[in-house]
């Protein structure tokens, strides 16, 4: 058993054993997976205790194929469990939750006028009160601890001095047959829309009602761009907030994003991180004596190891509360009596739970299977709730408690797993490049049958510094590989992570060198099982796992892969480095421009080994992607034309880096599938 102080007392015995397994019993009538199963799963996005200690809310959402779209409703439940009620409804999505301090109403986000605002519901459902009229869509939408304000998001014109400046700036522009971009300067795109000269930034307005301030002028994005969580909060009296901008002139190249703290009335901005890395994610402590955030160290690193901070704000010191602990956070949640927090890291393919003390570098894992988030403490401190996920179950709304009780309080998808045969999912260890022990995770098929031989489709994770984790999955669901009767594998190879900061640094000007070692020796591994067919060979990969694939490409000894699938891979190193965004992804991972530095960008650069190219390929592609941008995959499919080489391009004009909409998912998946039997002969 491992005990904490006061409250916060968890056992870790009870955390060791895989989700899936009290996830849902197994039908006799159970069939494999097929993507309509995929689309009839309810997709829990979140979950947030009320300050009472007695409801859970979580949006939940239902894919509507046949309109191309998924909707998303607010439910609530017991924190005890019990049965859920469904809070809200309508033609528009609500989501965004959050609870009043008093737990009798929660405000979220929804437009079902057309334009996203901020909306007020009580715990027993009724008639939504509509509490903004913002001149634009709003997000990001958080409740003081006192009540009092409101903060959001919202792009806006950094140079009008009010709204009425703003509205008719948005009007010309949506008026104007004329609908070329204009740019001065980097960064005028990202990931999937062009920026056209407006600034995110946040704003503060009373709950009651009434105009919103804003808090972070400026021409700067506040907060910056996330993939997820929140990069500013409240502090525990209401007063503040901490946030998180990035005030270097050339943001294409800057990862500096700093800390700041500002009233809720406005004024002049403090900056209180001193790293030249990445500070995100700030937390205030509930007794409000310290702000926790996430930073990186080093400059222009994306992946560098995310350490936990803590600013003491009557003393203005920092501190690092992981500096000897080779973990990279993710996720933090306070303890109600500020003593300690909650924390969520990749762990050797797991997405598991910590927790730290303020004496720092003391982590412990108190809850170690499955890919878990979303972390929310019940006010006594005695209970965590988070959402979670495996490969053969998707997201759930859990309770932990300090005494081991693990709960399930949803059960929004039990019945449709109930009806599926899942692949049974194992775990490798295996010898990689420089005698490094590399992970793999492999799924087989769902009517396996020992002494028989099948077809192999080895999945590359992007990133590079990414990981594949035991997570549910609505764009590369292993399981759903598996249905047809692959031997699906997922190797974490150089450059993964949540295998310590070492490793996950090995890949970055090395992107084909031990990296590509450990896939082909994990595809050996797996092979010297017995019960793959080794003339029945694939592989994909999205983003970097399409470069690796491209790579292979290239690099395709004895003809080893039979079929492969690049998807938005990185194709010709120079090209991307002059059509991506984030200029310092490149820079870092190739040490330099290509003008300064071309040795790694000619060494690595897929394109220079396209004379060797002669495996069937099918190469996939957004319109809308600018951090691969699609020029990458039509070079590539060019190439593998011109080659002679059996190809086919899947083209999505109204698609970025991934490919979102249902149908266009369905068309995907169907894609891939066809390709892979063509070849491999499932």
């Known amino acids: 058993m491992v005990r904490f102080p006061k409250a916060a007392r968890i056992v870790l015995s009870a955390a060791i054993f895989t989700l899936a397994l009290a996830f849902h019993p197994v039908s006799a009538q159970s069939r494999p997976m097929t993507f309509d199963d995929q689309m009839r799963v309810k997709r829990i996005a979140g979950a947030t205790v009320s300050p009472d200690g007695k409801w859970i809310v979580y949006p939940q959402g239902a894919v509507d194929k046949a309109a191309n779209r998924t909707q998303y409703d607010l439910w609530i439940i017991p924190a005890t469990g019990g049965e859920p009620r469904q809070l809200t409804s309508g033609k528009r999505s609500s989501n965004e939750p959050c609870w009043s301090p008093d737990s009798k109403s929660i405000a979220y986000v929804a437009a079902p006028d057309g334009t996203a605002q901020v909306y007020v519901i009580g715990i027993e459902g009724g008639t939504p009160r509509k509490v903004t009229d913002f001149f634009t869509d709003l997000g990001g939408l958080i409740w003081s601890p006192d009540g009092k304000w409101f903060a959001f998001t919202a792009d806006i014109y950094p140079e009008c001095p009010d709204a009425e400046c703003n509205q008719r700036k948005l009007a010309e522009a949506e008026a104007s047959k004329v609908k070329a971009k204009i740019a001065d300067r980097l960064l005028f795109r990202h990931w999937t829309s062009f920026k056209e000269g407006r600034r995110s930034h946040i704003f503060v307005a009373p709950a009651s009602g009434g105009p919103a301030k804003d808090v972070t002028p400026g021409d700067y994005d506040a907060p910056i761009f996330s993939l997820g969580g929140s990069d500013y909060a409240f502090s525990p009296d209401g007063t503040e907030l901490a946030f998180a901008r990035n005030t270097d002139k050339d943001e294409a190249t800057s990862t500096n994003s700093d800390i700041f703290l500002v009233s809720v009335n406005g004024g002049e901005a403090k900056r209180i991180s001193t790293s030249k890395g990445y500070d995100t994610n700030p937390r205030y402590s509930p007794d409000g004596k310290y702000v926790a955030w996430l930073s990186m160290a080093t400059p222009t690193f994306e992946a560098d190891k995310k350490q936990i901070l803590i600013y003491d704000r009557k003393a203005g010191t920092i501190r690092s509360l992981t500096d000897k602990t080779d973990v990279s956070f993710d996720e933090i949640a306070w303890l109600p009596d500020s003593t300690g927090m909650f924390l ?130 609505y764009r590369w669901n292993p399981e759903l590989f598996a249905a047809p009767g692959y031997v699906v594998v997922m190797v974490n190879p150089r450059g993964s992570t949540g295998y310590g900061q070492k490793f996950t640094d090995e890949i970055s000007g090395d992107w084909g060198g031990k990296v590509y070692i450990d896939l082909m020796n994990g595809v050996d591994h797996v092979i010297k099982q017995g019960y793959v067919d080794p003339e029945r060979i694939g592989a994909a990969g999205g983003s970097y796992g399409g470069y690796m694939v491209n790579w292979i490409l290239g690099h395709n000894q004895n003809k080893r892969f039979k079929a492969l699938v690049s998807h938005a891979g990185v194709y010709n190193l120079e090209s991307m480095y002059g059509a991506t965004e984030e200029l310092w992804f490149a820079e870092w991972e190739f040490k330099g421009t290509p003008w300064a530095n071309p040795a790694l960008y000619e060494k690595w650069s897929p394109h220079k080994f396209a004379n060797n190219f002669d495996t069937p390929t099918l190469v996939v592609h957004g319109e809308l992607d600018y951090r691969v941008p699609v020029g990458e995959g039509l070079q590539l499919f060019t190439a593998l034309q011109r080659r002679h080489v059996p190809s086919k391009l899947l083209y999505f004009p109204d698609e970025g880096h991934w490919v979102l909409k249902p149908q266009n998912s369905e068309l995907w998946y169907k894609s891939v599938h066809e390709w892979f039997a063509t070849y491999l002969k499932p």
Do not use: R
């Not at 910590?354 to 878990?372: H, S």
């Not at 209970?383 to 929004?412: D, K, R, W």
């Open 344 to 473: 969520t890291a990749e762990n050797k393919g797991q997405s598991s739970i910590y927790y730290l003390t303020l004496a720092g570098n003391d982590a412990k894992v108190i809850f170690e299977k499955g890919q878990n988030g979303s972390l929310s403490i019940s006010p006594d401190g005695k209970t965590i709730y988070f959402t979670s996920s495996t490969f053969t179950h998707p997201n759930e709304v859990f309770s932990y408690t300090n005494n081991g009780q693990l709960t399930q309080l949803t059960h929004a998808n039990d019945a449709l797993c109930s009806e599926i045969k899942f692949g049974a999912v194992e775990e490798a260890w295996y010898t990689g490049a420089a005698g490094a022990k590399v992970h793999a995770m492999i799924v087989k098929p769902p009517k396996f049958e020992a002494g028989k031989k099948y077809p192999m489709i080895l999945l590359i994770h992007g990133g590079p510094q990414g990981a594949w984790t035991n997570g549910w999955s």
